[in-house]
Each structure stands twice: as structure tokens, then as C-alpha cells.
């Protein structure tokens, strides 16, 4: 369950969109997510596995993590490793993770928070859960998104953005069945705190039983929605989706899903991530943890790793007080 709610009645609503003036996005694939594991060996769904990187562009890659009840002893994170030429977004929707980069950058995120790193012209980081949540056990729930970077910016200087469950813009559907939250972009002229230098939109929605949820987007943007839990479908096609699957949307001003009467017992509402941003549309040639636009460029982003380029493990853990 997401832990940041609200009370729809009391929220801005997103104005539904003219089918007069804005065309509804039809349905160009559904895609199931196939399940792997992460570093340490945490789970995960490999949200965009074999769809074109057409289809996804400035987005690079996505997990969705757990969903996981971890035993004592159980949580796993990962090790440190490099990033170069792209933004790694961290989304918890139920569980604790801490991140540390050797840029500085670094704390905790748990319930709704989001950390937003652009490795830029690289550095290295680590994910992983804190030691008390080792001991203990518990529930692990997040999305980790890699956004691209435009060749203007691959080699930015690294940044890193905290923020706060609360400080997403909340809002409900026209007809108050749906509550999004706002992390990245705007949404109907709702601002998001995300700060981004591809041109994005990311919305997390919950989508009551039987209620329908059509929004504004973006006619320049593509648009995906990644089903996190229940069932219920897409477009005015009326596409069957679940949870674990990827729905990539055609060309228009608006989005619709709606969640179907019957939930399952232990996800009683529909809960999808909509992504959508404005295509790069430059070369892409990844490997690993490097995301450029030519082999040379991985190459040297390879060569600058090994000579300790990319940055230095801190000898500390930073403090947090977890109160930006």
C-alpha cells in the first residue's frame, strides 16, 4: 500500500480532457515484466524488457522492486558501482533504503520519498538497506528509473535531489476516483518537485475500484504506464492489464486507465506509473552502468572507472536527519 494518502474530496483536480480538442492516445503494446534479481540479489521486474528503445525515449531502464515481506536477515542492496550519462530516480513506496555517492550525495529514503541522482559525467554510489532493517525484516516496495541524458549534459557535473513524500504534488481525477502524485513534470499545469534536464513527466496513480482515470498529456511526449498492483485496463480499446505489465500508448493529448470492479484481496486498488518525456532522439549505446551516445565514449567511461576516475568511496557513511 502506498504510504502517502489523501482524501481525493479535498484535493486540486485534474480537469478532464475535451474529446473535442484532445485526442485519446490508443494502445500500441502491453508488455509482462520478467522477473530477475538486482545486486545483492534483491528482486526485481525488468519493467521495459523487449520493448524498443523508440518506444521509450529519454527512459533507459526500469525496476520495479519487490514487492517483498523480507525475513531477518534478508534485505539486500548493492555494492558500490559507477554511473555515467544518465539520472538514476529511486521511488520507495513502502520500505527503507539508504544511498550514498562519492559526490556527496546520500541519505535515507522511505514511504513515498524519491532520491534523484545525475551521475552526469560519472561517480559512484551504493544502495542498500539500513542495518536496522537487516536485523528486522520487512516490507521493501520501490521503482528505480533511469532517465537519459542529452549529449549537452552528458557530462554534467553530478547532482543529487531529496524529496520528500510530502512535497509531490497531490491531486484527484475529475471525478475524484484516482489520487496521482506528482514527483517529476507537470500534470494539468501541477507541478511536480523533480527537477530534470530531459523534459519529463512521473506520476504515481491509484485508481479505485471501478473508477476511470483520463488525463492531459503532452502530445510531444510519449507516454507508458507501468501497472505496480491490481488489474484493470487501458485506452478506449479497453486493453487487459495487470500487475507486472507495461502499457506503451500511441500518439495524442490524453491517457486513459481504469481499474477494474474487483481487486485482488491484497491490492484493493489499481496502481500505475505514468512516465512520459520529450525524446532525445540521439545515438543510445549502453553497457552496464554507462549510458552514451558512441562506443568510444563507453570505452573511455570504462578506462576512466578502472583509473579511479569516476570518483572515491567515502571512508564515512553520511549523517541524515531525514527532515529536508
Do not use: C
Amino acid at each position: 500500500m502506498p504510504a502517502i494518502t489523501a482524501d481525493t474530496l479535498a484535493l486540486p483536480r485534474v480537469a478532464a480532457p475535451d474529446p473535442a480538442t484532445l485526442t485519446r492516445r490508443p494502445v500500441r503494446s502491453v508488455t509482462t515484466a520478467p522477473s530477475g534479481f538486482e545486486g545483492e540479489g534483491f528482486p526485481v521486474r525488468r519493467a521495459f524488457a523487449g520493448v524498443p528503445q523508440s518506444a521509450l525515449d529519454p527512459f533507459i531502464h526500469m525496476d520495479q522492486m519487490g514487492e517483498v515481506e523480507y525475513a531477518p536477515g534478508e534485505p539486500k542492496g548493492t555494492p558500490w558501482h559507477p554511473h555515467r550519462g544518465f539520472e538514476t530516480v529511486t521511488y520507495i513506496i513502502d520500505g527503507i533504503f539508504e544511498h550514498q555517492d562519492s559526490n556527496g550525495g546520500g541519505g535515507t529514503i522511505t514511504d513515498g520519498d524519491t532520491q534523484w541522482m545525475t551521475a552526469g559525467s560519472g561517480l559512484l554510489h551504493i544502495e542498500k538497506p539500513p542495518e536496522h532493517l537487516v536485523v528486522s525484516g520487512g516490507l521493501f516496495h520501490g521503482v528505480q528509473l533511469w532517465v537519459n541524458l542529452p549529449r549537452a549534459h552528458k557530462f554534467h557535473l553530478p547532482r543529487y535531489q531529496d524529496i520528500r513524500g510530502r512535497q509531490a504534488a497531490l491531486l484527484a481525477s475529475a471525478d475524484g476516483g484516482a489520487l496521482l502524485r506528482v514527483i517529476a513534470g507537470e500534470l494539468d499545469g501541477h507541478a511536480g518537485p523533480g527537477i530534470t534536464f530531459t523534459p519529463i513527466t512521473m506520476v504515481h496513480a491509484t485508481v479505485a475500484p471501478g473508477a476511470r482515470l483520463e488525463v492531459p498529456w503532452n502530445p510531444g511526449y510519449n507516454a507508458l504506464a507501468y501497472v505496480l498492483a491490481g488489474h484493470g485496463h487501458a485506452g478506449d480499446e479497453r486493453t487487459p492489464v495487470h500487475k507486472g505489465q507495461l502499457v506503451v500508448f500511441g500518439q495524442g493529448g490524453a491517457i486513459t486507465v481504469a481499474a477494474d470492479p474487483a481487486q485482488p484481496q491484497a491490492e484493493p486498488n489499481l496502481e500505475v506509473l505514468l512516465l512520459g518525456g520529450q525524446p532525445i532522439r540521439e545515438p543510445v549505446v549502453q553497457y552496464g552502468p554507462f549510458v552514451m551516445n558512441n562506443r568510444a565514449e563507453i570505452l573511455q567511461a570504462m578506462e576512466d572507472y578502472q583509473a579511479g576516475r569516476l570518483g572515491v568511496i567515502p571512508a564515512e557513511r553520511l549523517p541524515h536527519t531525514g527532515q529536508e
